[in-house]
C-alpha cells in the first residue's frame, strides 16, 4: 500500500522570488484519475504529492465496474500494472447492440477490428488496488490519506495547499508549482478557481447493480436500447455481470426501490433472456445523468482532469477511459516541459495538454449524447431511421469498423505511454 506521511518543507526545492516549493505537483483526488497520474510521472523527476481524502479501505471498496476500452488496456500495459489487473479482468470476445422490440442484433467482433479483444469489464477495486501498489513504489511521490484540502492560495509562482488530516487533527501547508483537480464532477478546486462549466442534466437516472446470470455471459457486452434509455450489461471475470440500466428519473427510483423479484423480473425482460434467469448480487445505486465540459481545463497553476473537467451520459462506457486518457496526456506533456527546463505550472505549458484534450473529449461526449437521444424516443421517423442505421451497421465492414475506432479510442491522439 501506498506511505502515509506527512511533508516538511524542503531547503533544496525550486527557489521562485518568495515562494518555495515543496512538491512540484498536487494531485487532489486519489482515485483512479488521479491515481493513474502518479504512476505515470512516477520516473518523470517531478516531485508529486497524492491528496485524498478517504482512507485507502474505503476508496477501494466501492462496488462498481468500468467498461476499459483497449487504449486504456495498452496505457495500463504501459505503466506497468496490466500483467497484474489482466488476469482479474473480462476480455470482451464480441459486443451486441440492439434496439428494443426490434428483432436484428448487431454483432461485433475482434476481427472487425482486427485485434485479439474489443475491451474490457474491471472492478473498481481492482484497477485502484494495482495502481496504488505500483504508486507505493514510486520513490517521487508522498501519499497523504486520509486528507482534506482546506484552502488553495494560487500566486504567481505556484500554489499554497492548506491540508488538515483528521488522524493527527491538523493542519498543514505545503508548496507546489501546479495543482491537479482530480476531485469528481463535483470538483471544489474547480468551483473554487471560478471555472464555468457547460452542458444540462438529462431527464434521466442511472440504475447500477450486480447480478448473478443463469446462463454464461460467454464475455459477450450487451448494449440494448430501450425507449426510456439504454441497458449495458458487462460480463465480469468472476462469472457475474454489472448492469447499468438508464431510465427516466421516477421510474428509476421506483426500479430501485421494487421488491428483488419484480425488480428481477424487468430486468430478465429488458435484457430479452439473453442471460436466463437472474439474481440479484449487490445493492442497487441510483445516480442522476448529466453532460458537463468545463469551459477551461486550466487556470493559473491548477488542470483539470477526469469528471473534474467533463461528465458524459453512462451508454457505450467512455468516462472513465476519457479520465485515464486525461491523465496520461498530462503526464505527456508535464515530462516533456520539465525536460525542456519549463516552469511545469506555467500558462503555456498548460495549455498544450488543454488543446489536446478538451477537442477529443467533446467529440465523445457530442457521440454519447447522440446516441442517447436518438435511441431514448418512440417518435417513428427517428425510430425508422436508427434501425436504418443499426441495419447498415452490421453488414458494412467499414462502418462497424470506423465505429470500434471510436469506441476503444483508436480513433484520437495515442499517448507514448500507450504506442
Known amino acids: 500500500m501506498p506511505r502515509l506521511d506527512y511533508p516538511h518543507p524542503t531547503t533544496d526545492g525550486i527557489v521562485a522570488e518568495s515562494l518555495q516549493l515543496d512538491y512540484d505537483l498536487a494531485i487532489v483526488g486519489g482515485g483512479i484519475i488521479g491515481n493513474t497520474l502518479a504512476v505515470a510521472l512516477q520516473n518523470s523527476g517531478l516531485r508529486v504529492v497524492s491528496i485524498e481524502s478517504q482512507a485507502q479501505s474505503e476508496s477501494v471498496s466501492k462496488s462498481r465496474a468500468y467498461v476499459l476500452s483497449m487504449l486504456s488496456g495498452q496505457i495500463f500495459d504501459g505503466l506497468g500494472i496490466w500483467k497484474q489487473v489482466l488476469p482479474q479482468v473480462t476480455q470482451f470476445s464480441q459486443i451486441q447492440i440492439s434496439d428494443a422490440d426490434y428483432a436484428g442484433v448487431v454483432k461485433m467482433y475482434p476481427q472487425d477490428l482486427g485485434t485479439d479483444t474489443l475491451g474490457y469489464a474491471a472492478s473498481h477495486e481492482v484497477l485502484l488496488t494495482a495502481l496504488q501498489t505500483k504508486l507505493a513504489m514510486a520513490e517521487n511521490t508522498t501519499v497523504l490519506c486520509p486528507a482534506q484540502v482546506v484552502a488553495v492560495d494560487y500566486q504567481d509562482t505556484g500554489a499554497e495547499i492548506t491540508i488538515y488530516t483528521p488522524d493527527s487533527d491538523a493542519h498543514t501547508k505545503i508548496r507546489a508549482s501546479l495543482v491537479i483537480a482530480a476531485d469528481g464532477a463535483k470538483s471544489s478546486l474547480r468551483s473554487q478557481a471560478g471555472i464555468e462549466t457547460s452542458g444540462w442534466n438529462y431527464w ?216
Open 204 to 419: 434521466q437516472s442511472c440504475i447500477t447493480a450486480t447480478i448473478k446470470p443463469e446462463k454464461s455471459h460467454q464475455n459477450v457486452a450487451y448494449e440494448r436500447f430501450w425507449y426510456a434509455g439504454p441497458i449495458g450489461v458487462l460480463p465480469l471475470a468472476d462469472g457475474r455481470c454489472q448492469v447499468v440500466w438508464t431510465v427516466p428519473h421516477q421510474q428509476a427510483e421506483e426500479l430501485r426501490d421494487l421488491p428483488v423479484s419484480d425488480f428481477l423480473h424487468q430486468l430478465e425482460h429488458c435484457t430479452g433472456g439473453l442471460l436466463g434467469k437472474l439474481e440479484l448480487d449487490s445493492q442497487r445505486w441510483l445516480f442522476p445523468v448529466k453532460l458537463m465540459q468545463s469551459k477551461q481545463y486550466i487556470a493559473p497553476r491548477l488542470a483539470l482532469i477526469g469528471d473534474a473537467a467533463h461528465c458524459c451520459h453512462p451508454v457505450a462506457g467512455q468516462g472513465m477511459n476519457l479520465g485515464i486518457r486525461d491523465a496520461v496526456a498530462l503526464a505527456e506533456v508535464l515530462i516533456a516541459a520539465h525536460q525542456a527546463g519549463e516552469d511545469i505550472g506555467s500558462n503555456a505549458v498548460l495549455t498544450r495538454y488543454a488543446k489536446w484534450r478538451s477537442p477529443e473529449n467533446w467529440v465523445i461526449l457530442a457521440f454519447t449524447d447522440f446516441l442517447d437521444r436518438v435511441f431514448s424516443t418512440r417518435i417513428l421517423p427517428i425510430v425508422i431511421i436508427r434501425r436504418i442505421g443499426l441495419f447498415l451497421l452490421d453488414r458494412i465492414p467499414v462502418f462497424k469498423y470506423l465505429a470500434l475506432r471510436l469506441m476503444t479510442g483508436l480513433a484520437g491522439k495515442i499517448p507514448q505511454v500507450a504506442r
